[in-house]
């Protein structure tokens, strides 16, 4: 009978509140205790018949039975008005057996619940007892998740404590729900605490590692985040995108840059994390944070050719300048200005290419880059400065009314 379909429940439950057999009552509680499946198209007509007899069940056990199997199939069907009527009548019925009361009172909570009542969803709970008294889990989280929708959140947290008295973290789900409940309430101390006890019995689920990791940051414990990251890692967990970039700004957050560029490196290497301008200019930072400056440098060279920022490849060409590195610079500003340049970089590319030039001993060519870059805004007067810097030395030139030679703005 255990293992009787849905459908054949039903039947049984219309044929035994119409026909009134006296040996119906062996049926009673594992009708009642049916959790309710979803209806195959042969159980229909045994659900219109039923419905249509329903107000002439006298029977307590019969109408309980029938009441709670028609209000299951409403709440699947989502009409909720008629769920709650049905619940409201098998509970109604003298009788019931506590387990049965208990389990039909908290369906009709989640029923309140998921219409956003949940003061009657309290009500219809405070019929069992005190919530201190309450011994079924799922009942107390049930009535946890009212307390949480009405802004009740000490009342929340004093439920929480309760479940973690009552439940095992091997009751997974109940887990998973309660670490829900806590985070809703912003109660992050509660969530690691829950998750800390799923991980402890779970130390595979990758979910629960980068949950309680994200948890731990709400927390500010960074290093406590960096720490269950790494024993992740040691566990053989796999990480994604975020997860290694989030490793490798942890390393770098937490005093060890060096660190967080090897593995954001290697993940570049390997694919785990997309080749892109973004992720390079962040292994540019970290690099240049650990004081390796010649990596620094070349990731801040790929970060520009694969985005193709004229930002990137004139602060890669000061890089350079600070090294007095003049024709790697050269080379450079001249690689920017070959893809094309908008209005606004010009000013700024004539003068790191005058500087390069004058650096490289062509003074000429210096001029000629300063007198471009005067006549766009933003760099008049240090190019001005370096004009008259060349006059000094003899350099004779003259500043044309247009900008002129490799780095102009690019035609639209």
């Not at 249509?52 to 209000?71: H, M, N, P, V």
């Not at 619940?87 to 208990?102: E, K």
């Amino acid at each position: 009978m255990a293992r009787m379909g849905y459908g054949k429940v039903l039947i049984i439950v219309v044929l035994l509140a119409l026909s009134g057999t006296a040996g119906a009552q062996q049926y009673r509680s594992k009708l009642l205790l049916n959790p309710g499946r979803a209806l195959s198209e042969s159980a229909a007509a045994s659900i219109d018949e039923l419905e249509a007899r329903f107000a002439d069940i006298e029977q307590d056990y019969a109408r309980a039975s029938a009441g709670s199997q028609l209000a299951r199939h409403h709440v699947q069907q989502g009409n909720y008005e008629k769920a709650i009527a049905y619940y409201q009548s098998a509970l109604s019925t003298q009788g019931l057996a506590p387990i049965v009361q208990a389990d039909l009172r908290r369906e009709l909570a989640e029923v309140y619940l998921h219409t956003r009542q949940p003061a009657q969803a309290l009500e219809a709970l405070q019929a069992l007892g005190s919530w201190e008294t309450f011994s079924d889990p799922d009942v107390l989280l049930t009535y946890g998740r009212a307390q949480s929708m009405l802004g009740n959140y000490l009342a929340v947290a004093d439920c929480l404590d309760r479940l973690l008295q009552l439940a095992s973290p091997e009751q997974q789900g109940l887990y998973q729900r309660m670490v829900v409940l806590a985070y809703g309430i912003q109660d992050y101390q509660r969530s690691a605490a829950i998750l800390e006890g799923l991980l402890e019995h779970f130390p595979g689920q990758a979910d629960y590692w980068f949950q309680l990791v994200s948890v731990l940051l709400k927390l500010g414990q960074h290093q406590s985040a960096l720490d269950y990251l790494l024993m992740a890692q040691w566990q053989g967990i796999t990480f994604s995108q975020q997860n290694i970039l989030l490793l490798a700004g942890l390393h770098a957050t937490q005093g060890n840059p060096y660190a967080g560029a090897k593995v954001l490196e290697q993940a570049l290497d390997t694919g785990v994390v997309a080749e892109s301008g973004d992720h390079y200019r962040l292994l540019f930072e970290y690099w240049l944070q650990a004081r390796e400056r010649e990596r620094a440098l070349a990731a801040l060279a790929r970060a520009a050719r694969l985005s193709g920022d004229a930002e990137l490849f004139l602060y890669w060409a000061q890089q350079l300048m600070e090294q007095a590195r003049w024709g790697e610079m050269n080379g450079v500003i001249r690689e920017l200005c070959q893809a094309g340049i908008g209005p606004r970089y010009v000013g700024r590319a004539n003068l790191m290419l005058g500087i390069s030039e004058y650096g490289l001993g062509k003074k000429a060519a210096a001029y000629r880059a300063f007198a471009n870059a005067t006549l766009s805004g933003g760099v008049n007067t240090q190019a001005g400065h370096w004009l008259t810097k060349l006059e000094s030395e003899g350099v004779q030139g003259r500043v044309a009314a247009s900008v002129s030679g490799p780095c102009q703005a690019a035609v639209p």
